[in-house]
Every structure is written in structure tokens, then in C-alpha cells.
């Protein structure tokens, strides 16, 4: 049986083993840099079950505003302003300002909706 046995000779033993060192340290490499994302992963992981119970809470505060927020639409009073002859430009830039705050409140409510339906397809 110690007749099985053959040897074969290697050319440049010394560059055999440099590219055997090489690749040894390059697998290590990779690694820890797998090593890394597995870490990577799992903290990920963490931060997106808090995340949800953030949006979980944030669903909860949300109801409980919209329940002590009064049904009726509310209005602002009309502040009459005292008119001078040669302020007649004033009173037409107020129109204005009523109505650009009017659209502001329309806009405001409209971003509000639409950050509610994103919140509600969250989950």
C-alpha cells in the first residue's frame, strides 16, 4: 500500500506560497466585512421594529387629537380694518392676505391628510 503514493513537484515554492498567504488574507477580509453586514443587518433590523412601534404610537397620539379636535369646521373672525381714503390699496393687499391665509389652511389640511393615508399604509 505504501506503493499508492506519488509526489509531484512544485515549481517555485516560495510564489506558491506567497499566493496561498494572499488568498488566505484576502478570505479573511471578506470575512469580517460579511461579518460586518450580518451586524449591519441585525441592527437594521432593531431600528425598523422601533420605528413601528414609534409609528404605532404616533398612529395612537393622532387618534386621540383627531377625538379632541372639534367636528365643525371653524372659521376666523373678520377683523374690519379702519379704511382711510388714501390707504385704499391697503384694504385690497388684506382681501389678499385673507385669502392666501384661507389657501395656506387648505394646504396644511390637504398635507395633513396625505401624511395620514401614508401613516395608514405603513402598516
Known sequence: MDNDRFYVGIN???EVRKDLLGCSKDIISILRHYDRIN???AEK???IMKLKGIVREIRRLNLRLKEKLPTEEIRAKKVK????????????SGKKANKKASTQIKRLEDELNEIESRLSNLS
Open 12 to 14: 517555485e515554492p516560495n
Open 81 to 92: 380694518a379702519n379704511v382711510r381714503k388714501k390707504s385704499v390699496k391697503k384694504a385690497g
Open 39 to 41: 451586524s449591519i443587518r
Open 45 to 47: 433590523i432593531e431600528n
